[in-house]
């Protein structure tokens, strides 16, 4: 059985810099792997290129086994791969209910319907409020996502990439910039997600990475360094050099 | 045919002119001002005046030309444009066209709607024979005069502190003024000179271009060719693109008269096709 | 928090306000209460139209044209030509003037893909630039002097097109009443909602599954095939088409107008042409280039003052927002 995403020698170069090379990456059913490495790795550049906000100088990428190198953005997301950004990436004027339900609409192949009106499908409203319940967000869910909290914008951030029902979730530092207080919260709803779901988790946070991985792949200078379980890791006197600066971009 | 060519290079030297302001103050600033032509029609107008009306010498009022509209920048630059920098690109389009439709409204009312003619000197307008081709005396002082200042702005950028401090801005503004340099001096300094050098074309120009209040909407695709292909990041890269433009556009004029600028502007949205950043810009 | 809220809001937002239908009630009834005025309905009613179209990529889509007049332009020409040439029926013309620039709107589209602000700017620009030239050249449209002697005939047969305008306003209205359902429908649709994501943030939108480049080439084609069918009745109802229906001012007025009553509501667009109409004619004893002045003026302070506080002053309660 194919894993659920998998990169064979994927490359990407910019010019003369080399972003990431010969990248092998195996994503299981059911996966909780992380992703970890000094800052500059290129773990971001990584989830671009497995999303197609950037496209490879080589390799090839495949989601369940098909080949999807050349498949655009969207049809990445339609397939089942979904991701959140390091950086919040919402729609400000838009309310975190119209958000989440525009995603699942999406799913639904119905974003295209112009003769309907947009909340018509009652079953799919029903959704996106259960989700924001999930949340927490179901108090805030009218008001526009550009004046909610840093909190509950980084939580809306995940449920968005949840809505679509993904088979694989990249998540891109999750816990950035929320506070301590939060963070068990984006934990939680991290751990609470289903098997279906193969998770690949780009974190700095290590106390979150220890605690949610089942996996770890050290990511340096564009190249994956080591892969193990996350005691592996933790021993491994490279990725322990790498962190303190000798070696990577920095 | 060799005759084409020099007129078109000579149309191209003063685009380069005309249009180097533009671009060097969108790449600095990402700001788009569509009224960039109006300064180069103040210049050719207040050429106008010089000449005609005051009898002062062409090659001594062009000097005057490029200090008052950069005088003209410097003043439109403090009271207007500082107030919608950070303002979004269709708040700068809606701005600038404003500007565009209200200076050419003032010079219909304040001078008339026809075609302005500067009383050139007669040794400019003399043709000369080389080597077997007619050269016409004005175009070919066009090309010396631009190429010259054309040189001079690129050894002002490379070999000077403030040309330095321009490039800097332009690469990364953020990162300049963590540097310390002043980049709001620098953009408003430039975009005097820019709007000097602007109306230092519209002098120059005026003679193959036609200066009438029309000149800024007629002229405002050229220039946003020039910049568009050229890109914002170095000065050759308009100047390529004006030359070419101004050869293209001659040729054209000549060779297929019934197309007018039909040509250009398929050629211009084909470039953009090709590449959305210009053939020399980046992605900014 | 119950189901119910969730639902509600989907509803609320589409429902119509009470202030819509005194609007269009009043719309329509400017032709009973202003026997002698109707040749400004008409014109207020076909501007309102051109601004609708251009709300539809600018307001909705973030698509910044300066050229739209491209697609005003080739509707008249589209249905002065089948005046002249073919029959001389009203909504056959109002049809060829869509379909006209239905179809270079979709060819066109393609071209504001990709690229920054300034690439669509010039790229809107050079394609209206390029229509205007063919227009100024070409044998068949007229050159320079335009279209002229193009009669139309009765409406539905009955309703002929006299000085009085009353045909041609009613007309007018309803066909911008009817293209104003539409949008509003499509609007408040699945697809009205990708729209404004991608405007918002195509990045993200596209990380959803939003496709957004089909979605951006559907809306430019309708928005060209309003712009056509609102160039179209001005060639129906005036029977002349001149060569400024192209001109680069038109582009610019449309897009002054849409600013002054706000883009991404859709009444933006009518309102502003109902004030900027309404202006030009009480003003319209002052000579050509002092319009073109105040023209710019406006724009000017429009933009300093900041369109969001301008766009408050329209703030009716409740009305079609975002």
């Known amino acids: ?250 | ?284 | 928090m119950s189901t119910a809220t969730a639902r509600d809001f989907f509803r609320r937002r589409t429902a119509w306000r009470p202030l819509e239908f005194v609007f269009w009630l009043a719309a329509f009834a400017s032709v009973l209460v202003f026997p002698s005025r109707l040749l400004l309905v008409n014109d207020v009613a076909i501007l309102g139209l051109f601004a609708i179209s251009l709300d539809l990529i600018l307001g909705f889509a973030g698509i910044l044209s300066l050229g739209h007049a491209a697609f005003f332009g080739i509707g008249a020409y589209a249905a002065g030509l089948v005046a002249l040439d073919l029959a001389g029926d009203p909504f056959l013309g109002l049809a060829a003037g869509g379909l006209a620039a239905g179809v270079v709107g979709l060819a066109t589209s393609f071209l504001i893909l990709r690229g920054s602000d300034l690439t669509r700017l010039m790229i809107t620009i050079g394609v209206a630039s390029i229509f205007l030239e063919i227009a100024n050249r070409a044998e068949f449209t007229g050159g320079a002097n335009g279209l002229s002697g193009i009669a139309i005939g009765p409406l539905v047969g009955f309703f002929p097109f006299d000085l009085y305008g009353r045909t041609a306003a009613i007309l007018s209205l309803s066909v911008t009443f009817f293209l104003f359902l539409l949008a509003r429908r499509l609007i408040f649709s699945p697809f009205g909602q990708s729209l404004r994501a991608l405007k918002e943030n195509r990045l993200r939108a596209g990380a959803i599954g939003v496709p957004t480049h089909a979605r951006i080439v559907a809306i430019y084609t309708v928005a060209a095939i309003y712009a056509g069918i609102a160039g179209a009745l001005l060639a129906v109802t005036t029977q002349f088409v001149s060569l400024d229906v192209l001109a680069f001012r038109r582009s610019a007025e449309v897009l002054l107008v849409l600013v002054l009553g706000g883009a991404g509501w859709l009444y933006g667009g009518l309102i502003g042409a109902l004030v900027l109409k309404v202006l030009q004619d009480q003003v319209a004893d002052l000579t050509e280039q002092y319009w073109e002045f105040w023209l710019g003026l406006v724009l000017v302070v429009i933009v300093l003052v900041g369109r969001d506080r301008i766009a408050r002053l329209w703030r009716l309660p409740r009305v079609l927002l975002r």
């Open chain 1, 1 to 250: 059985m194919s894993p659920a995403l998998e990169t064979v020698g994927l490359e990407k170069r910019f010019g003369g810099l080399t972003a990431a090379s010969g990248i092998s990456l195996r994503l299981a059913h059911g996966a909780r792997h992380a992703l970890i490495g000094p800052n500059g790795a290129g773990k971001t550049t990584l989830i671009n290129l497995l999303t197609g906000v950037l496209s490879p100088t080589a390799g090839r990428i495949l989601l369940d086994g098909r080949d999807i190198t050349a498949t655009p953005r969207h049809r990445r997301a339609r397939d089942g791969l979904s991701r959140t950004f390091q950086v919040n990436q919402l729609f400000p004027g838009m309310t975190p209910l119209e958000t989440v339900h525009l995603a699942i609409l999406e799913r639904e192949r119905r974003g295209g319907r112009w003769w309907q009106s947009a909340g018509s499908d009652t079953a799919l409203v029903d959704e996106a409020e259960a989700l924001l319940g999930r949340f927490g967000l179901e108090t805030v869910m009218t008001e526009p996502a550009g004046i909610l909290p840093y909190g509950y914008q980084r939580l809306l951030e995940i449920a968005l990439a949840l809505a679509a029902r993904p088979t694989v979730l990249l998540l891109d530092e999750p816990a950035a910039g929320v506070p301590e207080s939060e963070r068990d919260r984006v934990l939680a709803l991290i751990t609470e997600l289903p098997r279906e779901v193969s998770v690949l988790l780009v974190e700095h946070d290590m106390d979150l990475v220890f605690s949610f991985a089942e996996r770890i792949s050290v990511l340096v200078a564009g190249a994956i360094l080591t892969e193990g379980t996350p005691s592996e890791v933790a021993a491994d006197e490279r990725v322990r050099a790498a962190y303190l600066g000798e070696d990577g971009n920095g």
């Open chain 2, 1 to 284: 045919m060799l005759t084409i060519l020099f007129d078109g290079v000579a149309y191209g030297m003063v685009l380069f002119i005309l249009a180097v302001g533009l671009s060097v103050t969108l790449g600095l600033m990402n700001f788009i001002n569509l009224a960039h032509g109006s300064f180069a029609m103040a210049g050719g107008y207040i050429a106008v005046l010089l000449v005609n009306r005051l009898g002062i010498p062409f090659l001594a009022a062009l000097p005057l030309v490029f200090l008052a509209a950069a005088l003209l920048g410097v003043v439109a630059e403090r009271v207007l444009y500082v107030h919608v920098y950070r303002k979004s690109h269709l708040d700068q389009v809606l701005f600038s066209i404003g500007l565009v439709f209200m200076s050419v409204a003032a010079v219909d009312y304040f001078m008339g709607s026809q075609q302005q003619f500067i009383e050139l000197p007669e040794t400019l307008r003399r043709r000369h024979q080389i080597l077997g081709i007619a050269l016409g005396g004005y175009r070919a002082f066009i090309i010396v005069a631009c190429g010259a200042l054309a040189v001079l702005l690129e050894l002002v950028l490379s070999r000077t502190r403030f040309g330095m401090k321009l490039r800097a801005g332009v690469d990364n503004a953020t990162v300049a003024r963590g540097l310390g340099i002043n980049v709001n001096r620098v953009f408003a300094l430039t975009f005097a000179a820019g709007s000097g050098l602007a109306g230092l074309g519209g002098a120059l120009g005026a003679e193959f271009l036609g200066l009438d209040p029309t000149f800024p909407l007629k002229f405002l695709v050229y220039f946003l060719i020039v910049v568009a292909v050229g890109g914002t990041t170095t000065l050759l890269g308009p100047f390529v693109a004006a030359l070419i433009l101004g050869v293209a556009d001659v040729a054209g004029k000549y060779y297929v008269p019934a197309a007018g600028g039909f040509i250009i502007y398929t050629v211009m949205v084909a470039i953009l096709l090709w590449r959305p950043h210009g053939l020399f810009g980046e992605a900014r």
